[in-house]
């Protein structure tokens, strides 16, 4: 059974931190891309971070550029994503997703190319 299981998110002040986790169990881990998507409330599902399956390439969107850091151990099955300096207008639900790609340095910031997802975990930031 394919899963992606989020955690590490909760309530933070405006300037902390958390780090979301994705573990991901019931398919080749090292065949996927690994995305992180957020929707807050009233807006669309935004693409926040990706990681490429060879750990080599990633991508950030420009509202959290500087702030969120993606990575992988790929020994583990995990994808991290690392926020920092934390804003309001973070608060979300944030998902990860797995995309099998063909080539190993590229994965896509668009959720329709995301095959399986997880059931995602809320952050909250209070200003």
């Known amino acids: 059974e394919v899963q992606l299981v989020e955690s590490g998110g909760g309530l933070v002040q405006a300037g902390g931190s958390l780090r979301l986790s994705c573990a991901a169990s019931g398919f080749t881990f090292d065949d996927y891309a690994i995305g992180w998507f957020r929707r807050a409330p009233g807006k669309e599902r935004e693409g926040v971070s990706c990681?490429?399956?060879?750990?080599?390439?990633?991508y950030s969107a420009d509202s959290v550029k500087g702030r969120f850091t993606i990575s992988s151990d790929n020994a583990k099955n995990t994808v991290y994503l690392q926020m920092n300096s934390l804003k309001s207008e973070d608060t979300a639900v944030y998902y990860c997703?797995?995309?099998?790609?063909?080539?190993?340095?590229?994965?896509?910031?668009?959720?329709?190319?995301?095959?399986?997802w997880g059931q995602g975990t809320q952050v909250t930031v209070s200003s």
């Open positions: 990681i490429s399956r060879s750990g080599g390439s990633t």
């Open positions: 997703a797995a995309d099998k790609t063909i080539d190993p340095n590229y994965c896509g910031s668009s959720w329709h190319l995301y095959e399986y």
